[in-house]
């Protein structure tokens, strides 16, 4: 069991960063990929970034390459997002999930979900 909770959200203009983390509980964090979806209001939860048990891979989904960046470290079992020149297109619920399996990106493949933390994208 893995419990998550997703912290760093808030109200920013175009152009700014936010840092997105998020703390997860028990001993097995390093044995999980974690990535970061998010939902629009009316939309469907989306993929946004995925990031190996060890780090070493990550995948972004093309409307936030080069300009987010995923994270972990497993010493502190958490796992960050760091968000930068945002987009009005970014306002959303950004949600953190673990999944046993590599490599994946989609809502179904991922086991454990936290309740989300809101991005605000607006001037």
């Known amino acids: 069991q893995v419990q998550l909770v997703e912290s760093g959200g808030g109200l920013v203009q175009p152009g700014d960063s936010l840092r997105l983390s998020c703390a997860a509980s028990?001993?097995?964090?390093?044995?999980?990929?974690m990535g970061w979806f998010r939902q629009a209001p009316g939309k469907e939860r989306e993929f946004v970034s995925a990031?190996?048990?060890?780090?070493?891979?990550?995948f972004h989904a093309d409307s936030v390459k080069g300009r987010f960046t995923i994270s972990r470290n497993n010493a502190k079992n958490t796992v960050y997002l760091q968000m930068n020149s945002l987009k009005p297109e970014d306002t959303a619920v950004y949600y953190c999930a673990a999944s046993s399996q590599a490599g994946v990106t989609t809502v179904h493949d991922y086991d454990y979900w936290g309740q989300g933390t809101q991005v605000t994208v607006s001037s």
């Open positions: 990031i190996s048990w060890s780090g070493y891979s990550t």
């Open positions: 028990g001993r097995t964090f390093s044995s999980y990929a």
